[in-house]
């Protein structure tokens, strides 16, 4: 029985479920355009976001290139060196870990907390290297400890490593981690922070072809950051091998005779012939090896606070006057000038008046007539001074720029200083004055403002040896990508001209008595019986005679007021196949340059002949001890390696 | 009359199906994002909500069977039971996650706020649908309102908002049908948007806020409150038009979406079987919805059709509250999908639930 308003009751009822099914249907036509929106129209977005989620790239750091010496010895490799890194993300408490991990591997846990903080902005996932170059004994104690400690993990990295520490570090240079700086410039664009390049010498010139390309291991990973499966893996391309020019013995020979000595200076040794450079150096140095590791500021700050500024190359960096060395300039100047022939000759009174002005010669007793030969021999002033007398500055300009000492040499080392020699229109441009005629009597001398890098002198003497193509100095011979060598084009020579054989005959053999000659100014020290080595002395004035003088007098003489000693040769005379020069800082004398370089070139011409190595005996009494060098000489860092 | 044989026929197989169906979907979804790469199989959680299937199909065939006007004669006392045992969860149940909400039975734990609804759903379809109460006067709703103030406060402490929440759909869908004026509704709404700004400063917890502000902007917070909402339209956005496959996820296998298997299947499955498999499953859901209010339209008498309409309006609120928290239109709240989620409880409740529409609609000849 249906009661009155029934029927009303279930229209009522009715209605209203319709209007419940029409609110159902608005309602999930909302929600079909709400997952249209997410699912279709804005796709792209939310793919690349779950895709970042999950998959992370590892990098697998690709080792630097080997550097070998001319005849294959390795002089630079790249070793496994181990880290032992933390992972944030998969610890709830970072202190606890830093705590018990400093605890097993016997490190200091202030220390390893400071590394933690200085991360502390990147990613959690990302491993933050906290013990690098891990002991073998703290690798053990990690690994032990595995299920302990699982954020905790051991990373296998290349390390740069020079296996004779301190050796041609100036050649090599160093490596570190790029920085904030370098990543702007468009040749570090695409690196990642904490890359390591190099900073320094070779390293740093052909850092491209060393650095190799690093890999990536693409893996899965879930919202802890445990890996679950590896995606892909492009494996690090190593660095490229590279061929130096340099011979390692020879290099070695003129480290240890520097060592010997206790000088600090600077050496090239070229082929002349070639431009190949076979030895260099500068001292005092350091051990490029400590950067690999990751500089402590206490080392850095000690290198940087060094007086003797053992990080600067003084072979390219240091401009030094040329004093006597420069006469074989001015020889060559007057005899293509035709000022002078090889037999005019020009009588040494022990001085002379040149402009006005009274000019001595070092011999004050005078050296009596002199031709080219002899002048050079006995490095007689007044018979140069006649020469600059004869020649305007531009004149010597001119010819010391087709030897080489005017501009860089070109090498392929890093911020190589320009030299000098003047010239009017450098002395108006730079000092607002015009030339006086006296200074080039000066100049004739290697005095004055002529400032030169050791390596500019040694091009100089390469120049003279070959006859007159100023060829550019360089150090790889050959690169291998792997699939066998292939050499490198030599640089262009920077100028070619011919200097006459007669001309060329009358320097060297000036050059070869001042070496072989009882009166020669290197004689007994840089002779080897049977070479012909043919060389010249030089002191580069540190201050003026008088000022030192003065300081004498007043007390304030130290040693570093001393000249420097230079040392130019080439060898044999007649057909020379070896040119280099040797500079010793603060040793008065040239002549204590010319053992350092005879014992190379000894040792040259003993493996060329397959003797035995020459050993260098120092002639230097200890006691008397120059410059006393020996401590800033990189002490041994025992230990870090 | 327990079961009549002739009443068989009247079976709403199709709806019955519907459920099923949304059920097994659920079910393989947990599988492939609990799926554990370690051991090579599938979690815990889904053989757990593997078991409670049958037990679900049991209470539902419970529910079929008992005539549903028996059920709501007797509601008077499985309320007053129902009170008893949300009591009994205050007193002596156990704690999870902050709130009390389960009783341990010794062969397994019990959610009574489950139940909660049906039992709800019986006493208000009677209250309403029996004799000659409407809802058109003040002191009807009232009544009502009393009914629903019982199980809402005694849930409300435990805490467990969610699941009180889910009980006022139930109530205001059937003082809906049962006649409630439209403009006390849109009164009601003007005095809600009105008074909002009181309940903001005096009614909500801080972390409530918190959550409020989260949804306004995800971002704010991207690590804690933000994380799911961001990561679950990461996860819904990254499907595409057809999915990444079976199993192919990864916002939910690897844990970027946490809660994959429970709060959020429903985006794990957006993620797998992409835009299609959405449609699939919402049009599913909108099938089941739609053959439960015929059993509605259809209902012998108004008990059965208010009975109906309490229980669809709570489902339909917790699904379109679920997805659209999914797409992450809505604040993250604890509330499950219905059928899909994983709890057991739950979808022992809901197929019950489902049982009781079975009924009435089978009953739907019978005097």
């Not at chain 2, 917070?221 to 996820?249: H, M, N």
Request: charge should be neutral; proline fraction near 5%; charged fraction near 20%.
């Amino acid at each position: 029985m249906l009661s009155p308003g029934a029927y009303e009751d279930r229209q009522n009822l009715q209605t209203r479920l319709a209007g419940l099914r029409a609110g159902v249907v608005v309602v999930f036509v909302f929600l079909v355009v709400a997952f249209w929106v997410l699912q279709v129209l804005q796709y792209a977005e939310h793919r690349d976001r779950a895709e970042r989620n999950h998959t992370r790239s590892i990098p697998l750091l690709a080792p630097r290139g080997v550097l070998f010496d001319r005849n294959g010895e390795v002089l630079v490799s790249s070793r496994r060196s181990f880290r032992i890194a933390i992972i944030r993300e998969q610890t709830t408490d970072v202190q606890a870990s830093i705590r018990q991990l400093a605890e097993v591997t016997h490190t200091s846990e202030d220390e390893l907390k400071a590394i933690v903080d200085r991360h502390r902005g990147e990613a959690p996932f990302r491993p933050i290297a906290v013990i690098e170059h891990a002991t073998d004994a703290q690798i053990a104690a990690v690994i032990a400890r595995k299920l302990e400690l699982p954020e905790v993990v051991v990373e296998q990295v290349p390390m740069r490593t020079y296996p004779e520490s301190a050796l041609a570090a100036h050649l090599f240079g160093y490596v570190g981690e790029v920085r904030q700086a370098q990543l702007k410039l468009p040749r570090f664009a695409g690196l990642p922070p904490g890359a390591v390049i190099g900073q320094a010498g070779l390293e740093q010139v052909y850092n491209e072809l060393l650095m190799g390309t690093d890999g990536n291991r693409f893996v899965t990973v879930d919202s802890r950051g445990r890996e679950i499966e590896e995606l892909q893996r492009q494996d690090p391309l190593a660095g490229q091998r590279v061929r130096l020019t340099i011979d390692a013995d020879m290099q070695r020979a003129l480290e240890a005779a520097f060592q010997a000595d206790g000088f600090a200076g600077a050496a090239a040794f070229v082929d002349p012939r070639t431009g190949e450079v076979l030895a260099l150096t500068s001292l005092p140095s350091y051990d490029p090896n400590d950067f690999s590791v990751g500089i402590s500021s206490a080392t850095w700050a000690a290198l940087n606070e060094d007086p003797l500024r053992p990080l600067g190359n003084r072979l390219i960096q240091g401009l030094y006057s040329p004093g006597s060395t420069f006469k074989i300039v001015m020889a060559i100047a007057a005899l293509e000038e035709g000022v002078i022939t090889p037999d005019t000759e020009v009588s040494c009174k022990g001085s002379g008046v040149f402009y006005g002005r009274r000019f001595k010669c070092w011999n004050t007793a005078g050296h009596g007539p002199m031709t080219l030969r002899h002048a050079l021999e006995q490095s007689c002033n007044v018979f140069f001074y006649t020469l600059g007398e004869r020649m305007s500055i531009d004149t010597i300009n001119k010819w010391a720029t087709r030897l080489g000492l005017v501009g860089k040499t070109g090498i392929d080392l890093p911020q190589e200083k320009a030299s000098l020699v003047p010239s009017e229109e450098w002395k108006l441009r730079e000092r607002g004055e015009r030339w006086y005629p006296g200074e080039t009597i000066s100049v004739s001398i290697g005095q004055g403002a002529v400032s030169v890098t050791p390596l500019a002198m040694a091009m100089m003497m390469a120049t003279v040896a070959n006859g007159g193509t100023l060829l550019t100095p360089h150090l790889v011979m050959a690169t291998d990508q792997g699939d066998g060598w292939e050499p490198v084009a030599p640089p262009a020579p920077r100028s070619t001209f011919l200097i006459p054989p007669g001309h060329l005959a009358a320097v060297r053999e000036g050059l070869w008595m001042a070496v072989n000659e009882p009166r020669g100014t290197a004689t007994t020290r840089g002779r080897i019986p049977g070479r012909d080595v043919a060389g010249k002395t030089g002191t580069a004035q540190v201050i003026s005679n008088e000022g030192l003088a003065a300081a004498k007098a007043s007390g304030k003489y130290t040693r570093a007021l001393n000249d420097h000693g230079w040392f130019v040769f080439l060898a044999p005379r007649d057909n020379p196949e070896i040119a280099g020069v040797v500079l010793t800082e603060h040793t008065e004398h040239g002549y204590l340059s010319a053992p350092i370089a005879k014992h190379v070139l000894e040792t040259y011409f003993a493996k060329k002949e397959g003797r035995p190595l020459p050993v260098y005996k120092s002639s230097i009494p200890p006691t008397s001890n120059v410059v006393g060098t020996a401590a800033a000489v990189v002490p041994d860092r025992g230990g870090v390696r | 009359m327990i079961l009549n044989r002739r009443l068989l026929p009247h079976v709403d197989w199709l709806l019955l199906g519907g459920v099923v169906a949304l059920t097994l979907i659920g079910l393989t979804t947990i599988y492939a994002v609990t799926w554990n790469i370690a051991d090579n199989q599938p979690g815990g959680e889904f053989w757990r909500q593997a078991y409670a299937v049958p037990v679900g199909l049991a209470a539902l065939m419970a529910c079929v069977f008992v005539d549903y006007r028996t059920l709501a004669q007797r509601s008077p006392l499985l309320y007053g039971g129902l009170l008893l045992m949300l009591v009994a969860v205050l007193a002596v149940g156990f704690e999870a996650k902050g709130s009390r909400r389960w009783l341990d039975l010794g062969v397994g734990s019990l959610q009574p706020s489950e139940f909660a609804r049906l039992v709800l759903a019986l006493v208000l379809a009677m209250v309403y649908g029996d004799g000659r109460r409407s809802a058109r006067s003040m002191r009807d709703l009232m009544i009502g309102g009393l009914v629903l103030a019982g199980p809402f406060s005694l849930i409300f402490l435990q805490p467990d908002l969610g699941t009180a929440v889910t009980l006022v759909p139930i109530y205001a869908g059937i003082v809906y049908v049962a006649g409630l004026r439209m403009r006390w509704v849109v009164g009601a709404v003007l005095v809600g948007v009105l008074l909002s700004p009181v309940v903001w400063t005096f009614g909500m917890q801080d972390y409530q806020k918190e959550r409020v502000l989260t949804f306004l902007d995800p971002y704010k917070d991207p690590k804690d409150a933000g994380y799911q909402q961001i990561q679950a339209r990461v996860t819904v956005g990254s499907g595409g038009l057809t999915g990444k496959g079976f199993g192919q996820g990864t916002q939910g296998a690897y844990r970027f979406l946490p809660e994959g298997h429970n709060d959020f299947v429903f985006a794990v499955l957006a993620e797998e079987q992409g835009f299609a498999g959405v449609i699939g499953v919402l049009g599913l859901y909108l099938f089941v919805i739609w053959r439960s209010l015929d059993a509605a339209r259809l209902a012998r008498d108004r008990v059965g059709a208010f009975l109906v309409v309490g229980l669809v309006s709570w489902f339909l609120f917790q699904v379109v509250y679920n997805i659209t928290m999914q797409a992450g239109l809505a604040p993250v709240k604890g509330l499950t999908l219905p059928l899909m989620s994983y709890g057991g409880s739950s979808l022992v409740a809901t197929m019950a639930g489902f049982g009781l529409i079975l009924n009435v609609r089978m009953r739907r000849f019978t005097n």
